[in-house]
């Protein structure tokens, strides 16, 4: 008897709100509220903020009614608003007018709306500044539903989308009227589309990647870095499947979108002026910014400590700015000098974020090493697929930085889809773990540091971001 009453005792049932169906739609709800906060507060950040605030080779303009011709991205998109065509003379007579041209031809769409509307000069290129910002929006949305595709969940997406969602460098990305927002959301689409690819090798889902990649190589041409990675998934389905027709037609619909939309701005330019399609305009040699003095020790080897607590970024000025470590640390967070600082205080912040984001970085590059060796729940080619992506925006970048020995090349901003791959390494090891005591210190020491960062630079640049007057500029 004994034995039955204990047998009709029923075991608790779990609350509803702690089922895995309704912590699933809170995960998700609190995805796309990290998403949306995120985004407020770069739209927010570019109504602060003139057009022309950014550095990177924005240039300036003459007015539409003028006929002599503007220089940098604002030049560019200018002159296509004003002849409604694409350049029609040697592109290194002008700065920055060798760029591939779909960026600038959307945001002389854009402008030549508006102006069609009666909005005058200054307000039309204060509204075209609001491209960029949608172009990461856009983004972020890709890197979730990378994350969501690799069955990335709880904590380490969150974490992950975070990350991604706060990181300074969007926040000055979507300010900045050049190419670099939209070749960042290009190659982070192309992953997608391409990890869809190879788990459902449809003709509609390789057309997307085509485009992704053909566009964005018609935005900034380093878009094609993620081109490798994407024919090893190619040739590993391949061989794989023995689909043979079914492949060769479908790696034909790829190689027609692609590359005509990709590299017919380089080829043209190679076919008229002799360019190499792979032509970067470089500063002169004595130039302000040139940096080939100093060794490749004190170039490329671990600085002072005290550098990495500097927070200007004197990009004019190569003395204290020629090391790869510290620089692209500053411009990571700071840009070249987006920031005013006022206050002890600001400049405490600063230094804090800058520590924290350092150790961030060592934490999780060990983590993603650690997730794409051992997560074996993934797929071992995407984990290559990863990693190979990864190791080659680096490389690059390690190599721009050797051939064009200036600081502007020393900048974040040309690896910024690493923030990509850390979300993803670091979901990597999650899965890899088991669960105990120290691996939940140490995703706990990860979402600590992460949220302290998005903390300390929405203030940041809530506080220091200058406001300016475009039309005073």
């Not at 050049?178 to 690819?197: E, G, K, L, Q, R």
């Amino acid at each position: 008897m004994a034995h039955k009453a204990q047998a009709s005792i029923k075991k608790p049932t779990e609350p509803q709100f702690l089922s895995s169906e309704k912590t699933g739609q809170y995960m998700t709800w609190i995805c796309f509220a990290i998403m949306a906060l995120g985004f407020i507060l770069r739209l927010y950040y570019t109504h602060l903020t003139a057009y022309n605030i950014s550095k990177h080779d924005l240039g300036y303009v003459t007015g539409l009614s003028s006929e002599k011709l503007g220089s940098g991205h604002l030049g560019y998109i200018e002159y296509i608003t004003r002849e409604m065509a694409l350049p029609n003379f040697n592109p290194t007579s002008r700065w920055s007018f060798y760029n591939p041209p779909f960026f600038h031809a959307t945001a002389a769409v854009l402008l030549g709306f508006f102006h069609m509307l009666g909005i005058p000069d200054a307000r039309a290129w204060e509204l075209v500044q609001y491209l960029p910002c949608v172009a990461i929006f856009f983004s972020v949305i890709g890197v979730y539903k990378i994350l969501k595709l690799f069955d990335i969940k709880g904590v380490p997406m969150m974490v992950g989308l975070a990350l991604v969602s706060f990181h300074p460098t969007l926040s000055y990305l979507s300010l900045a009227l050049n190419n670099d927002a939209m070749s960042f959301m290009f190659t982070i689409w192309a992953v997608y589309f391409a990890i869809c690819w190879y788990r459902e090798p449809k003709k509609k889902t390789i057309v997307y990647l085509a485009l992704a990649i053909g566009l964005g190589m018609m935005t900034k041409l380093t878009v094609a870095l993620i081109a490798p990675p994407v024919a090893l998934l190619f040739a590993v389905r391949f061989f794989k499947d023995k689909k043979w027709m079914d492949y060769i037609k479908q790696f034909a619909i790829f190689l027609a979108i692609c590359v005509p939309t990709g590299l017919f701005w380089g080829i043209r330019n190679l076919w008229l002026y002799d360019l190499p399609i792979t032509y970067v305009q470089a500063l002169p040699e004595n130039s302000g910014q040139n940096v080939s003095g100093f060794t490749m020790a004190e170039r490329f080897g671990w600085p002072a400590w005290s550098d990495f607590l500097r927070l200007d970024a004197s990009w004019s000025k190569p003395t204290p700015d020629h090391n790869i470590w510290s620089q692209t640390l500053r411009t990571a967070l700071f840009d070249d000098n987006a920031l005013t600082w006022e206050t002890e205080e600001q400049m405490l912040k600063g230094k804090i974020l800058m520590v924290l984001t350092l150790g961030l970085f060592f934490l999780l590059t060990a983590l993603t090493v650690w997730g794409l060796i051992r997560a074996k729940q993934q797929s071992p080619l995407l984990r290559t697929f990863i990693a190979f992506a990864a190791i080659l925006i680096m490389g690059n970048f390690v190599k721009f930085c050797m051939d064009y020995p200036m600081t502007c090349t020393i900048h974040f901003r040309y690896i910024a889809p690493v923030l990509l791959y850390g979300s993803i390494g670091l979901g990597f090891w999650w899965e890899s773990t088991k669960k105990k005591i120290p691996a939940r210190i140490i995703l706990a020491v990860v979402a600590l540091a992460v949220l302290t960062t998005c903390v300390i630079s929405t203030e940041l640049y809530t506080e220091c971001l200058p406001v300016l007057e475009a039309a005073a500029k």
